[in-house]
């Protein structure tokens, strides 16, 4: 019923900028906190940046400065730009949102399937 997919990850160099998207779509109404969560190869999943409704966000300490977090609520989307990467935030990048739908009652949360995002020295 709700899909997150999630699109841009890929290869970039050492210093580089890639931007990621997530579509959310299904029979929603309304969406709440989205997210962009990355789990590295060893590593549990981790916060990278939330942002409410109303647009006020957070960042993991990691990524705060390079990374920029935004969503469209008319679409539906979520993004992340992500500049001067650097080789640990190499991982598989996941979208969340809490989300209720038409036949619930209050939000939970929905996943992506991820992206992989490599960034190489």
């Known amino acids: 019923q709700v899909q997150l997919v999630e699109s841009g990850g890929g290869l970039v160099q050492a210093g580089g900028s890639l931007k990621l998207s997530c579509a959310v779509s299904g029979d929603i109404f309304d969406v709440n906190t989205m997210a962009w969560y990355r789990q590295a190869p060893g590593k549990q999943r981790e916060l990278v940046a939330g942002i409410r409704r109303g647009g006020s966000t957070n960042y993991a300490d990691s990524v705060r400065g390079r990374f920029t977090i935004s969503r469209d609520n008319a679409k539906n989307m979520v993004y992340l730009q992500m500049n001067s990467l650097k080789p640990d935030d190499t991982a598989v990048y996941f979208c969340?949102?809490?989300?209720?739908?038409?036949?619930?009652?209050?939000?939970?949360?929905?996943w992506g399937k991820g992206t992989l995002v490599t960034v190489s020295s």
């Open positions: 969340n949102a809490a989300i209720m739908t038409r036949l619930s009652s209050d939000h939970r949360d929905y």
